[in-house]
């Protein structure tokens, strides 16, 4: 029977806890990240397109963790680290257009051993700040010697015009400490949407461009059959 992590914690002392949590997350990291890393290539060798730019992971460090519970007013503890951080363990999968988005969600959704336990959509519903993403926590069955985990991963699919944007105002409202100037603000979010229209272009030219080729080899076959 598989058990979640919050359940598991209470078989280990504090300490021990901790690297056992790292531990897991760790492990829930590869396990995803070994995942999207075969779609890609089955993408590079098998398909004529593949919508992955490239695969960015990384485990969130213990001061953004403590800094994060604070702010959503927890008391620090492995309980609460493990309960109310989704993000601890995250995966970052820049694609070309927004309409891979969907598509690479719906196949991660497929996967068999992956559940995923909730979905926000910042495409279609951005943040207030223009911040779009598509954000999916999903969990995975580590198994240990005593038996299997359930451990959560935060997967992020964005473009590569939302990932530049979204990189750069996170540096600059750290310089901040969260709280930029309103102009600062305001200029951002007209960044996003220049960013959003960027993205739109990018798309319809790209659709434009497969309608001509499918246009064209379609003439080109009927040539050769009249021939």
Request: aromatic content about 10%; glycine content about 4%; hydrophobic content about 35%.
């Amino acid at each position: 029977m598989q058990r979640a992590v919050e359940d598991a914690i209470k078989n280990y002392e504090n300490v021990d806890s901790w690297k056992t949590i790292i531990f897991l997350y760790n492990a829930a990291l590869k396990e995803v990240g070994t995942k999207l890393e075969i779609l890609n290539e089955e993408f590079q060798h098998v398909h004529q397109y593949n919508p992955i730019e490239h695969i960015k992971t990384r485990i969130k460090t213990p001061e953004s963790i403590v800094k994060k519970l604070h702010r959503y007013g927890y008391e620090t503890s492995i309980e609460n680290m493990v309960k109310y951080i989704n993000d601890i363990a995250g995966v970052r999968l820049i694609c070309s257009f927004t309409s891979d988005i969907y598509r690479l969600a719906e196949m991660i959704g497929n996967q068999d051993d992956l559940k995923v336990l909730s979905i926000k959509d910042y495409i279609k519903n951005p943040k207030e700040s223009g911040y779009k993403s598509y954000h999916m926590l999903v969990s995975v069955p580590i198994f240990l010697s005593d038996g299997p985990i359930d451990t959560k991963v935060e997967i992020q699919i964005r473009t590569i015009a939302m990932d530049f944007w979204a990189s750069l105002e996170h540096k600059i409202y750290y310089k901040f400490e969260g709280n930029a100037p309103e102009h600062i603000s305001r200029e951002l979010k007209e960044c996003a949407d220049m960013v959003s229209e960027l993205d739109d272009k990018m798309l319809s030219l790209n659709e434009e461009i497969l309608t001509f080729k499918a246009v064209t080899e379609e003439l080109e076959q009927k040539k050769l059959e009249q021939s």
